[in-house]
C-alpha cells in the first residue's frame, strides 16, 4: 500500500505569513491516463474535512487563491501565501492513485 | 444545495452490530460513487469503503473486509454502512462522501459525521 508523509506534524504561524506544508507519497501518484490524483483537504476544529485542492494543483469552489498545490512524482506541497485566522485547523493530503485510497497523518496549523 | 445528512451512531457492546445511514440530496445520486471515511477521536482521517453508482463496484479496507457490509438505495438516494462484529478500535466519527466523477476518491462533498462508540 502506498504510505503518506507529511511534514511538519505542527506547524505555528505568524497571521499574514506564508505557510507551506509537505507530502511525500511512498510510490509515484502519477496514474496511467496521465494525472496525479492528490488532494488536500482542510478540517477545521470540530468541522468535517472540506477539499481544497484536487489532482495535484485545481482549487475548488470557493477556496481562497491563497491556498495553492503544487509537486509531481512522489513530493507535494500545499502553500497558503498568507495565512489568515479562518486557516487554523489540520491538512490533510490523500492519494487517490492506487488502491486503497491513504490519507497522510496531518498537519495542525495554529497561529503563534 | 448539495448536501450529505449522516445518522445511526451510538453506543454497542463489541461484537456488536450498528447500521449507518446516509441521506443525499441537491444532486443525481445514481450518478456518484460514494465513500465512508472514518475518524477515530483525536486521529487522522481512514478510508473506509466505497460503491460505485450502480452498486457494480465495491472495495473496503483491509481493516473492515468481512465485518462491514456498503450499500445504496438510489430511489431512496441513500447511503448504507451496515458493521457487524464491531471492536473497539472501531470507536470514530464516520463521514460520508461523494467522490467527483473522473476524480479517484476525490472527495467533493462530506457529511457531518456520526459517532459509532464500541465500549461495554
Known amino acids: 500500500d502506498v504510505v503518506m508523509t507529511q511534514s511538519p506534524l505542527s506547524l505555528p504561524v505568524t497571521l499574514g505569513q506564508p505557510a507551506s506544508i509537505s507530502c511525500r507519497s511512498s510510490q509515484s501518484l502519477v496514474y496511467s491516463d496521465g494525472n496525479t490524483y492528490l488532494n488536500w483537504f ?3 476544529p470540530g468541522q468535517s474535512p472540506r477539499r481544497l485542492i484536487y489532482k495535484l494543483s ?16 512522489t513530493d507535494f506541497t500545499l502553500k497558503i501565501s498568507r495565512v489568515e485566522a479562518e486557516d487554523v485547523g489540520v491538512y490533510y493530503c490523500m492519494q487517490g492513485t ?12 495554529e497561529i503563534k | 444545495e448539495v448536501q450529505l445528512v449522516g445518522s445511526g451512531g451510538g453506543l454497542v457492546n463489541p461484537g456488536g452490530s450498528l ?3 446516509c441521506a443525499a440530496s441537491g444532486f443525481t445520486f445514481s450518478s456518484y460513487t460514494m465513500n465512508w471515511v472514518r475518524q477515530a477521536p483525536g486521529k487522522g482521517l481512514e478510508w473506509v469503503s466505497s460503491i460505485s453508482g450502480s452498486s457494480d463496484y465495491i472495495y473496503y479496507a483491509d481493516s473492515v473486509k468481512g465485518r462491514f457490509t456498503i450499500s445504496r438505495d438510489n430511489a431512496k438516494n441513500s447511503l448504507y454502512l451496515q458493521m ?7 470507536t470514530a466519527a464516520f463521514y460520508c462522501a461523494r467522490e467527483a466523477p473522473g476524480n479517484r476518491y476525490g472527495m467533493d462533498v462530506w457529511g457531518q459525521g456520526t459517532t459509532v462508540t464500541v465500549s461495554s
Open chain 1, 58 to 73: 485545481n482549487r475548488d469552489s470557493g477556496v481562497p487563491d491563497r491556498f495553492s498545490g503544487s509537486g509531481s512524482g
Open chain 2, 19 to 21: 447500521r449507518l445511514s
Open chain 1, 98 to 109: 492506487h488502491w486503497p485510497p491513504a490519507f497522510g497523518q496531518g498537519t495542525k496549523v
Open chain 2, 84 to 90: 457487524n462484529s464491531l471492536r473497539a478500535e472501531d
Open chain 1, 42 to 44: 482542510q478540517q477545521r
